[in-house]
């Protein structure tokens, strides 16, 4: 699903799409987006990434290398509500090569914490782990 510049996720579960179009459409705006200002990404277990910006030039650094032939499909998704303007959300995230097959081995489990505000839900803490061996 393709978003417009102006719309925000309008519930929990669609900050998932809109997670997996900002990577697939690698656009930065789409991330910026999606981040509170105080979010804090985990990408890996030795990183912890700080601030919007910070995680929006993470997420930048990636796309233009490694990521920028990639794109993903979420699956398993859950919404685990805290409270009416906080979710927690679980999902498996595959990763595809640029002729869109799925790169074996590569799966990872994703965890966001998301609020609603004013505008729209929104990550405020993430991270994505690996599958064990």
């Known amino acids: 699903m393709t978003r417009n510049a ?3 996720s309008a ?3 669609t900050v998932v799409d809109d ?11 789409a991330y910026d987006r999606l981040f509170t200002d105080a979010a804090v990404w985990i990408p890996v277990a030795e990183s912890r990434v700080t601030g919007r910006a910070a995680i929006v030039q993470d997420f930048k650094d990636i796309h233009e290398s490694w990521a920028a032939k990639t794109t993903v499909v979420s699956s398993d998704v859950e919404v685990h509500a805290v409270r009416p ?3 927690v959300l679980l999902f498996h995230s595959g990763f595809l090569d640029e002729l ?3 790169i074996p081995g590569v799966d990872r489990a994703v965890i966001l914490m ?3 505000g004013t505008g729209g839900w929104k990550i405020a803490a993430g991270q994505v782990t690996k599958q064990s061996n």
């Open 6 to 8: 102006t719309v925000n």
């Open 11 to 13: 519930g929990p579960q």
């Open 19 to 29: 997670f997996t179009n900002a990577w697939n459409t690698h656009d930065m705006a």
């Open 85 to 87: 303007d906080v979710s």
């Open 100 to 102: 869109g097959n799925a």
């Open 114 to 116: 998301v609020v609603q």
